[in-house]
């Protein structure tokens, strides 16, 4: 039988947990998994929950992969499909955003889109070449007219991509999803070059190389199994343990929804969700555990329960574009839910502190975080 009865052999403190315990872990049933929280809530180090006030700025629905989980993606034949939203649209919605107190630019788009006619010559006519070079445009846009702090998420990028984008990002981003190989021919990833474990393992090293703030993280319920949590869990950690450049790791429920090919797939229960973000607090010490608040809108306070430490990006203003029908709880219903678990809401920037320093940022990027860091 599976229990953590033993769990006192395991070395919890350090992280130092073996592929086999985490999946013992993984694997807890009744009481167990009230000792699995215990444990995983006292490795918190203080009793502060952070958020990011964001903006969400789709820039392009376009996207070479089709994800059997997403509703993000549009067909550029459909009429309401996103091919290339203007500066102007995307500085004023920046500003609108501003107003209301967002700190954040998340950039989240569909993965080379650019390798789509319409978008190459949507581009073109701006006077873009790729959309690396819009992207730049558009992030140098925000720190110039807004106080506003950019976070890109396009999906794979190269080593030159993100040395580039580096200079106007004060982080950036990519859900490693899952490290399983066996997905890539499952519902899940079959029609997703993109999500091929080794691409986007390759995507957070370079980013690790040229230390960018990362936030990364796994998508549960997906079709994976236990041990391929694990060994995700794991790949993360070798590549944070070579380079620390992981701020905070998402711990994403999938969602169905009608419409994708996973339609009929079943959302992971909660168990599994409280499972698996304590056992990623046990193993990580340094990084922030991410749960999204929209995606558990009635069950999030669990996550207290479990050392979730960060609700992540949190928007007064924009839609999770990713998941449009979840929508955010308001700052101040987050508030008392979290101060209801004897816990307290903090906002924070799209980078956490130990980052703001010249060894992330360079000067441009370090001065602005440092003044907005003093507004907060
Ligand atoms: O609103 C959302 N924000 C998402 N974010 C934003 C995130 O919550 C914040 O941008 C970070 O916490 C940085 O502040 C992501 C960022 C990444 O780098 C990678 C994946 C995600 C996923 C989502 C998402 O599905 N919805
Ligand atoms: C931006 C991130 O959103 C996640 N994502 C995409 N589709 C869904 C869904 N149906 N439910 C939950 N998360 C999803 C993926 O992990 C992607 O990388
Ligand atoms: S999840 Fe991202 S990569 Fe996958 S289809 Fe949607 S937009 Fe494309």
Redesign the pocket.
């Known amino acids: 039988m599976n229990s953590i009865s033993n769990i006192s052999n395991f070395n919890l403190n350090k992280g130092n947990l073996k592929k086999e315990e985490i999946i013992t872990l993984l694997n807890t049933k009744q009481n167990d998994i009230n000792t699995l929280m215990r444990i995983a809530n006292s490795k918190r180090k203080n009793d502060i929950i952070t958020y990011s006030k964001n903006i969400f700025i789709p820039l392009t629905e376009i996207c070479r992969n089709y ?1 059997g ?2 509703t ?1 993606r549009k067909d550029p034949s459909e009429p309401k499909a996103v091919i290339l939203k203007s500066k102007k649209e995307t500085i004023e919605e920046l500003k609108f955003g501003e107003k209301y107190g967002c700190k954040e630019a998340l950039f ?1 788009l569909g993965e080379q889109a650019d390798h789509e006619t319409i978008v190459k010559s949507s581009l073109a006519k701006k006077g873009f070449g790729s959309m690396l070079e819009y992207l730049y445009d558009i992030c140098e846009a925000t720190l110039n007219e807004t106080n506003l702090l950019p976070h890109t ?1 396009a999906g794979i990028l190269s080593y030159g991509e993100m040395k580039a984008l580096k200079e106007v990002n004060v982080s950036m981003g990519l ?1 490693l ?1 899952s490290s399983s190989e066996r997905l890539m021919d499952t519902i899940a990833h079959k029609n997703s070059p993109g999500k091929k474990p080794s691409l986007r393992i390759k995507t957070i090293s370079n980013a690790g190389k040229l230390k960018i703030p990362y936030t990364t993280g796994i ?1 549960i319920g997906i079709g994976e199994t236990k041990e391929e949590i694990a060994e995700s869990l794991l790949e993360i950690k070798k590549l944070n343990d070579k380079y620390g450049h992981i701020q905070e790791i998402i711990i ?4 169905p ?1 009608p419409g994708i090919p996973m339609e009929k797939v079943k959302e992971p229960s909660l168990l599994d969700m409280i499972r698996t973000v304590s056992v990623a607090k046990i193993l990580f010490d340094e990084v922030s555990i991410q749960v999204p608040p929209n ?1 558990n809108y009635d069950t999030c306070q669990t996550f207290l329960l479990c050392g979730a430490d960060d609700w992540g990006g949190v928007s007064p203003v924009s839609t999770d574009y ?2 449009p029908e979840s929508k955010w709880p308001k700052i101040k219903h987050l508030k008392e839910l979290t101060s209801d678990g004897g816990l307290k809401l903090e906002e924070r920037l799209a980078i956490y502190p130990k980052y703001m320093n010249k060894n992330y940022l360079n000067n441009e990027l370090l001065n602005k975080t440092l003044h907005l860091s003093h507004s907060l």
């Open positions: 994800c989980y997403c993000f989240a998420n859900m999803e998508l994403q429920n999938f969602r929804k995606l990713v998941n």
